[in-house]
Structures are given as structure tokens and as C-alpha cells.
């Protein structure tokens, strides 16, 4: 009298290992495939440790675009840090001091920022936060084509303020025969020269603010009292935002290539163009809702990630630099921004603790 709920039973219990099995399966055979490489292209990594020694330059540059045609460009001073790594299997941790800012009685704060770049064959993530400390000075400005700027070069200004946080993550078709790691991480060795496209996904948080009340001060006392122009220099009006916060949403396609030109020797280029939205904040929660009425054709905009390096790898030994840099654009009717950054790493370390496969492998 049970023998219908019992067939059923069975047959709901064999229908959620069916189910659970090709669940199982299927991770699995995405995780394989991390390590899936023709090894005709790409030498995996003999060694369980690493310890390395990088420095670590980076740079930014921010810059505003006027309805008028005025431009003015933000820089920091420049960061020079250096530090130990230590490395095991996939984890690479250490810690980089800042060179330049390591003076105590230097009354510039250093900024505040962190850059994480995970490459494995198949995919990669981008995780960055930067905030601007007070050591910002004005890079160039254009006030027209009758007004000499040159005595703001260089000029230290504190007014500006700014922050960027995201995230990008994107994967690598052609994954068993081109190697980001190889170039990246040095934890495989390109042996022949390989290719690859790939697509991707980025968000990003942006923040800018200005003291335009403190900048015209600065211009009306270094151009108009000292420098005695003959016109006027003013600061476009169109420019004179309160303050700038927005989301970025990109999708991403790029292409990269190894090149082996000789011997233990690679040259990586990559580069990918985002289409991004962006989606402004104003700081009310009900209004910063994305809303498909508040959707404008004009809110796209074009973003782009950069990647070069050059590594020498005989297994055991490397060195090597790399650079990645980034680019952000906004637009709106009466003024727009580009915000660059990137980082320039020189290294140089020693893997070792053989892995058990390659102990006998000179």
C-alpha cells in the first residue's frame, strides 16, 4: 500500500543526486581548468615559495574640462615605496613603505591607498582603493589662449579632494596558451608567444570636490596681481561644481599578448575599452535609486585599463617591471573630468621549496 510514495521517493531522491552530481561536476571542472594550460606555451610553477623585493611608484592625474574650453589638471607628488613580498602557491602577501613620505616633521599627509591585482590563467581581478591626502598641486592650467599660466606649474593647492573604489574582473579566452601570471605574478613561464582576447565587468565609486574659492585666490594672486596679464584670468563659472559623486558601470573587452623574444625573456601588452554608464549621486537615498526613467544615452562614456610588462624567468631566478593604469571619464553639459592613475612595480626575487612533481627536474 506504500509502494507509490516509496517509486516516488526514489525517484526525487535519484532526481537531487542527479542534480547535486552535475552541480558538483561542473565546479569542478571549472576549477580545472585554472590549472588546464598546454604546456607546449606555458612552463607551470616548479616552486611552492617566493620571496620577492619590489618598489612600487605610483602616479594620478585628474582633470577638469570647462564648457568654455578651460582645462585644469590635479597631480600629486608622486609615491616611491618599497618592500618585501612573501608568496605561497597563489597567496602573495607584504608590505611596501612609503619612501618619500617617511619624514614625520613633513606636514604633507600621505595619501591612502590600496591595489590588488589577482591574474590566474583564466581569470582576473582588479581591487583598488586611493584617497588623496594634502600634497596635491596644479599640474597645467588653460584659462584661454591669451593667458600665460605659466606661474601656477606646480603650484601646491589643498583644496582638492577626491576618492575612487572598484572593482574589475574580467576572463581570458585563449587561457591554456597565454599566461597573464607569466608576465604579472611570475608564477608560470611563457615559452612561446601567445595571445588572447577577453572580456570583463568593472565598477567603480568616484568622489571629487573642489575649493574653487581657494583656487581663484591662488590665480588671482599669481597671474592678475604678480603676473599682470593683460586680460583678466578667471575661472570659468561652468566649472564650479560643488561636488562630484558617482557610480561606474563597465563592460569591458580587450585583447593581450605574450611576447617571447628570446630566451627566458617576455614582453606582455594588453589593453581594454569599457563602455561605461554613469549613474550620479546626490547624496539622497530615494533619489539615488537607478531608475530606467531616469536612463540618459548621454550618461555613456569610455573607460580603459592598460598593461605593461617585461619579465626575465628562468624558473628559480626573475626580475622584471610592470606597469597598469587606469582611466575614467564623466561628461555633463557644462563641464567634464578624466581621472588617470597607475603604478609602475620593479622587482626582483627567488622562488623555492620544489613542488613534489618537479623534484627531480633540474
Known amino acids: 500500500m506504500f509502494k507509490g510514495n516509496t517509486q516516488d521517493s526514489l525517484i526525487r531522491a535519484r532526481h537531487e543526486r542527479t542534480f547535486f552530481h552535475r552541480l558538483g561536476k561542473t565546479f569542478t571542472t571549472f576549477f580545472r581548468e585554472f590549472s588546464n594550460i598546454d604546456e607546449r606555451y606555458i612552463e607551470p610553477q616548479h616552486f611552492n615559495y617566493t620571496v620577492m623585493l619590489q618598489n612600487t611608484n605610483t602616479y594620478e592625474e585628474y582633470t577638469l574640462y570647462g564648457k568654455e574650453g578651460q582645462r585644469i589638471s ?143 585666490a591662488i590665480v588671482d594672486e599669481r597671474l592678475n596681481q604678480k603676473a599682470k596679464q593683460q586680460l583678466e584670468a578667471k575661472i570659468d563659472s561652468s566649472l564650479m561644481f560643488s561636488k562630484v559623486k558617482y557610480s561606474d558601470y563597465s563592460a569591458t573587452v580587450g585583447y593581450g599578448y605574450n611576447w617571447v623574444f628570446a630566451k627566458n625573456w617576455l614582453f606582455n601588452a594588453s589593453l581594454s575599452v569599457g563602455l561605461a554608464y554613469n549613474h550620479s549621486k546626490s547624496g539622497d537615498p530615494e533619489k539615488d535609486k537607478f531608475d530606467l526613467k531616469n536612463f540618459n544615452f548621454k550618461n555613456f562614456n569610455f573607460d580603459g585599463v592598460g598593461r605593461f610588462g617585461v619579465v626575465w624567468n628562468n624558473d628559480r631566478w626573475y626580475a622584471g617591471a610592470s606597469t597598469v593604469i587606469h582611466s575614467y571619464n564623466y561628461h555633463k553639459d557644462h563641464f567634464s573630468t578624466n581621472n588617470s592613475f597607475g603604478s609602475l612595480n620593479i622587482y626582483v626575487g627567488v622562488n623555492f621549496g620544489k613542488k613534489r612533481e618537479y623534484k627531480n627536474v633540474k
Not at 613620505?101 to 591585482?117: A, G, P, Q, V, W
Open 74 to 216: 590635479f597631480a600629486p607628488d608622486p609615491s616611491w615605496r618599497l618592500g618585501p613580498y612573501l608568496g605561497w602557491r597563489w597567496v602573495f602577501l607584504g608590505y611596501t613603505l612609503d619612501l618619500k613620505h617617511i619624514n614625520t616633521k613633513d606636514n604633507h599627509s600621505s595619501k591612502k591607498e590600496f591595489n590588488l591585482s589577482l591574474y590566474s590563467s583564466l581569470l582576473g581581478v582588479d581591487l583598488f582603493w586611493r584617497q588623496t591626502g594634502n600634497d596635491y598641486h596644479i599640474q597645467r592650467m588653460n584659462l584661454g589662449d591669451h593667458i600665460n599660466t605659466d606661474a601656477l606649474r606646480k603650484v601646491s593647492f589643498d583644496g582638492f579632494k577626491s576618492s575612487i573604489k572598484g572593482l574589475n574582473l574580467y576572463y581570458i579566452f585563449n587561457h591554456r596558451r597565454f599566461s597573464y601570471p607569466a608576465a604579472y605574478s611570475q608564477s608560470t613561464r611563457q615559452k612561446k608567444s601567445a595571445g588572447s582576447w577577453m572580456v570583463g565587468l568593472g565598477y567603480t565609486q568616484h568622489q571629487l570636490e573642489v575649493d574653487w574659492d581657494k583656487l581663484s
